[in-house]
C-alpha cells in the first residue's frame, strides 16, 4: 500500500493487476487501484477535482484531469473517509501514476492534497501470455 498525508487528509493507493482485463499479443496491461480518502483533520472538506500522472515503461506520460473521482465529489467530515476503485490501461507491462487532489474546506479555502506515487507491475514482467 502507499501512503500520503497532507494538511490532515491521508490518502492510500492499493494497484492490483488485472491478468484477465491484459493481453500481451494485444499490447495491454490492465490494473485496478484502490483509493482511501480519509480526513483525519478538524475541518470539513470536498474533493473537487484531481489531477493524474500516468507514466508507462517507456516514460510515454499521459496527463489526466478532472471534476472529482468516480462521478462524485465527495464531503469529508472530521474523522470520515471515502473509498474508490478506478482502473488504468498501460501499452507496457509496468508503469506508475502519481496525482493531486483539489480540495475545498468549508470556509471556501482551496488547496492541493497529494496522491502518493504508486507502481503499476504486471506479476511476470509481462512475459506470460495473457488471454
Do not use: C
Not at 494538511?7 to 482485463?21: G, S
Amino acid at each position: 500500500m502507499y501512503r500520503a498525508v497532507t494538511r490532515h487528509i491521508e490518502v492510500t493507493v492499493e494497484p492490483n493487476f488485472l491478468p484477465e482485463k491484459s493481453s500481451v499479443a494485444d499490447g495491454r496491461w490492465f490494473w485496478s487501484y484502490t483509493v482511501v480518502i480519509t480526513n483525519t483533520g478538524e475541518e470539513t472538506v470536498r474533493l473537487r477535482s484531481r489531477h493524474w500522472v500516468i507514466t508507462d515503461g517507456a516514460g510515454r506520460q499521459q496527463e489526466v484531469r478532472g471534476e472529482g473521482v468516480v462521478g462524485e465529489q465527495p464531503v469529508l467530515a472530521p474523522g470520515e473517509r471515502f473509498e474508490y476503485t478506478s482502473g488504468v490501461p498501460l501499452t507496457t507491462a509496468s508503469g506508475f501514476m502519481s496525482g493531486s487532489y483539489q480540495m475545498e474546506s468549508a470556509s471556501g479555502e482551496q488547496f492541493d492534497i497529494a496522491v502518493p506515487a504508486f507502481s503499476l507491475d504486471s506479476p511476470d514482467g509481462g512475459k506470460r501470455v495473457l488471454n
